[in-house]
């Protein structure tokens, strides 16, 4: 029979995988495998051990979950739209605009890594405007 620690936090705003990897490298008891078996139906995440965790252990589990609370996904994907709306010409154009504009300007390897860096900008504001809990995990 195993135990459930239940730990109240903002299910959304974390990166579930890397959270469940933390807390499994504190080397508790656990008795959950995949990360699925961390959520509880409250909304809170669910660490089943199988025997009692001492002050110390619930503190340490308490501390990995609020440390990825912290971070403020709301501003990462509000820095997201910065991002992308400051990506120079073509990010607001029309795909015809854009498209128009890369055949007449995209003539060698020089101006091809311009473009190219541009579009990995993009990808990464669309990354962390999309799933703000990706960037540096």
Do not use: C
């Amino acid at each position: 029979m195993s135990i459930r620690n239940r730990f109240a936090t903002a299910l959304e705003q974390i990166n579930l995988e890397q959270l469940v990897g933390e807390i499994q490298a504190l080397g508790l008891p656990l008795a959950i495998e995949g990360v699925a078996d961390y959520l509880d139906l409250d909304g809170e995440i669910a660490v089943d051990t199988e025997s009692e965790l001492s002050p110390e252990q619930i503190s340490a589990v308490q501390a990995i979950i609020d440390a990825h609370v912290a971070v403020d996904y709301a501003q990462r994907q509000i820095d997201a739209d910065a991002a992308a709306a400051n990506i120079p010409n073509w990010a607001t154009w029309s795909e015809d605009q854009a498209l128009t504009w890369f055949d007449a300007n995209v003539v060698d390897l020089a101006s091809a890594r311009t473009v190219l860096r541009a579009v990995v900008q993009m990808v990464l504001a669309m990354r962390n405007k999309l799933w703000p809990g990706l960037e540096g995990s």
